[in-house]
């Protein structure tokens, strides 16, 4: 067995932005029926902000 220590855990990726720290959403128009549309637009990751790792807990 291999007794390396290791220093600096491997940071987590975000799970809500898989890593990319911002998330797409999809644009809807309408005000009624919100019809999704094929455009997207980048939204920050509000889990992450924006790192793409995600947050650990502090003790
Ligand atoms: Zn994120």
């Known amino acids: 067995?291999?007794?390396r220590k290791t220093t600096k855990p491997?940071?987590?990726r975000?799970?809500?932005c898989d890593g990319r720290g911002e998330t797409a959403e999809t644009v809807r128009v309408g005000a009624r029926?919100?019809?999704a549309t094929d455009?997207?637009?980048a939204a920050l990751c509000l889990t992450?902000?924006?790192t793409g790792?995600?947050?650990a807990?502090?003790?």
């Open 1 to 3: 067995m291999a007794t």
């Open 10 to 12: 491997k940071p987590a």
């Open 14 to 16: 975000c799970p809500d």
């Open 33 to 35: 029926k919100g019809r």
């Open 39 to 41: 455009d997207r637009q």
């Open 48 to 50: 992450c902000l924006g």
């Open 53 to 55: 790792e995600a947050q």
């Open 57 to 59: 807990d502090e003790e």
